[in-house]
């Protein structure tokens, strides 16, 4: 068998990660023809198909995801050698890709920017906005953001963001009109945007805690989002009631577009945290983002 070249399995490790010859030819930098061609090379060589595809899909054969496995630690192997010649250089160069809600890009990310890009010209950062729960391996990201409420034990974590509340509100004119609630339960009788969870596909409940007092409510909900930023927009526009991160409202609560109720009710919980593989090597790169964005002790 004639040994395939590292850019064909590269293309491998990028479809079979991507789940998408399009998506991983953007990853790549080519045509999504040319990645089509590259794979189909590689499994001419090799004489097993790696991947099934259809119109819809792309997914790895059973032979492809004992290859997938083999190769992604090795091409871990391969980045951290190159990116160990950034100890030659001025400072640390690389693309670095992660992927978080939106809350979290706003709170944790943003604020940074300026400075990662006045002091580290060198690096590049994607971030993907994200609501589920992706598998930040196989999708070939460096690394994930989510409330510490919802990390995996495999992997290592940095603190973001100080514990965080919600802010049950609204804008006067709802309140207005249909009175404000002073107790958790009163929001049954209440129209409440409703928050649907893009990893499971349930419906959030909202918690609510008061001292010893732990209980959640399905709320009845005549609009239901998976995006904060609708749910904010949403709230502004009279809807009903919105369930948000307290920095998301704190400006239109300041200019009094919207009001808060129940606050009582909203305890501190776990902020966000930056999550990445418990692996021996991580890039320059990879370590400056992280320093830059973990939260001052």
């Known amino acids: 068998m004639k040994k395939p070249e590292l850019s064909g399995l590269a293309a491998f490790v990028a479809i079979a990660s991507e789940r998408s010859f399009r998506r991983a030819a953007a990853r790549l930098g080519v045509t999504p023809p040319t990645l089509t061609h590259t794979l189909r090379e590689l499994e001419a060589q090799v004489g097993i198909r790696l991947l099934n595809r259809t119109t819809r899909n792309v997914s790895p054969t059973e032979a492809g995801e004992h290859l997938l496995a083999q190769l992604v630690p090795a091409f871990t192997d391969i980045d951290a050698a190159l990116d160990s010649l950034n100890?030659?250089?001025?400072?640390?160069?690389?693309?670095?890709?992660?992927?978080?809600?939106?809350?979290?890009?706003?709170?944790?990310?943003?604020?940074?920017?300026?400075?990662?890009?006045?002091?580290?010209?060198?690096?590049?950062?994607?971030?993907?906005?994200?609501?589920?729960?992706?598998n930040i391996v196989e999708q070939g990201f460096d690394a994930?953001?989510?409330?510490?409420?919802?990390?995996?034990?495999?992997?290592?974590?940095?603190?973001?963001?100080?514990?965080?509340?919600?802010?049950?509100?609204?804008t006067p004119d709802y309140f207005q009109r249909h009175g404000e609630p002073t107790h958790p339960q009163d929001l049954l009788q209440h129209r409440c945007i409703g928050w649907r969870k893009a990893s499971s596909g349930e419906r959030y409940k909202w918690a609510f805690q008061q001292g010893e007092q732990r209980f959640s409510v399905a709320v009845n909900s005549p609009l239901i989002v998976d995006d904060a930023r609708l749910l904010l927009q949403a709230a502004l526009a009279?809807?009903?009631?919105?369930?948000?991160?307290?920095?998301?409202?704190?400006?239109?609560?300041?200019?009094?577009?919207?009001?808060?109720?129940?606050?009582?009710?909203?305890?501190?919980?776990?902020?966000?945290?930056l999550y990445y593989p418990n692996r021996r090597n991580h890039s320059v790169a990879l370590s400056t983002v992280i320093e830059l964005l973990r939260l001052p002790t």
């Open 238 to 273: 009279h809807v009903g009631i919105a369930f948000a991160i307290e920095q998301e409202v704190e400006e239109h609560l300041a200019s009094g577009r919207l009001r808060r109720v129940l606050a009582d009710w909203c305890a501190p919980f776990p902020g966000f945290y």
């Open 87 to 134: 100890a030659f250089r001025d400072g640390p160069r690389g693309l670095v890709r992660i992927n978080a809600p939106r809350s979290a890009i706003e709170l944790a990310i943003v604020p940074h920017l300026g400075r990662l890009a006045s002091e580290y010209p060198g690096i590049t950062l994607e971030v993907v906005a994200d609501e589920g729960f992706t």
């Open 144 to 170: 994930g953001i989510r409330l510490g409420e919802d990390l995996h034990n495999d992997m290592r974590a940095v603190r973001l963001t100080p514990d965080l509340r919600f802010a049950i509100v609204a």
